[in-house]
């Protein structure tokens, strides 16, 4: 059977997500976060060299990366669910959110996460340095990018309500996770079709059976 190890709030409840959208069976390994660093424990270390989450396990396979993850899944479970069809107009903007969203969208968030969180463990006498010289940082850099992203994804969803045609693909599973962690670090005020997506993607019972598996996540 298809094991997923699992993070406490992380990027691995998108294939529990998924996982559940398809009916699939599959077993759980939950890993904690340290709570201290909120790094993961040395137990992913022993699954795979990065010790990152997501990894699955399926048989002699060992396989670390959403995207490809994803990917595996939906080829063994898929049945052409989640996908739009080779040839489908949508099939490339399908791909192209698939790799966009850890590619492009992930790296000014985990940059925003890792510049707020530096003050915050600094020494005391250094707080008022790093946060002079993190704030500067992510005024100048960081903040105009997230604000260009969201921009971006609002404008991508406000005509269907989801990122790839129609109807709901495995890309609006794998860009759920930057739109979650977009609205904590860059706000939607302003943005009423993220929101309503979010709203939709939160009330389907595929996403809350894969929470209640899954345990806590901060982004829901
Ligand atoms: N691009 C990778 C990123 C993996 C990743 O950074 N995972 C985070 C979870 S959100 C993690 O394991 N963080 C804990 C750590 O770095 O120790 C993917 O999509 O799988």
Redesign the pocket.
């Known amino acids: 059977m298809l094991t997923v190890h699992h993070?406490n709030n992380?990027?691995?409840q998108r294939v529990l997500w998924l996982l559940e959208e398809l009916g699939a069976e599959y077993e759980i390994v939950r890993h904690e976060?340290d709570k201290q660093t909120?790094?993961?424990p040395p137990s992913?270390k022993a699954v795979h060299p990065l010790?990152?989450?997501?990894v699955i396990v399926d048989g002699e396979l060992t396989l670390?990366?959403?995207?490809p993850?994803m990917e595996y899944i939906l080829d063994k479970y898929g049945e052409g669910r989640l996908t739009p069809a080779k040839g489908d107009a949508d099939y490339w903007p399908y791909r192209y959110w698939m790799h966009y969203a850890?590619g492009s969208a992930?790296p000014p968030l985990v940059m925003k996460l890792v510049m707020t969180q530096i003050p915050k463990r600094a020494p005391f006498f250094m707080k008022p340095f790093a946060n002079a010289i993190l704030g500067k940082a992510q005024k100048a850099f960081v903040d105009p990018q997230l604000v260009r992203h969201a921009d971006y994804w609002e404008a991508a969803v406000q005509d269907t309500g989801w990122f790839a045609g129609e109807a709901m693909t495995a890309a609006d599973i794998m860009m759920s996770f930057p739109v979650e962690a977009g609205a904590q670090r860059a706000g939607y005020e302003s943005r009423p079709a993220l929101k309503d997506f979010l709203k939709r993607i939160h009330a389907r019972p595929a996403y809350k059976a894969a929470l209640e598996k899954g345990g806590p996540y901060a982004y829901a």
């Open positions: 993070l992380s990027r691995s976060r909120m790094l993961a992913l010790g990152k989450s997501p670390a990366e959403t995207g993850i850890e992930m």
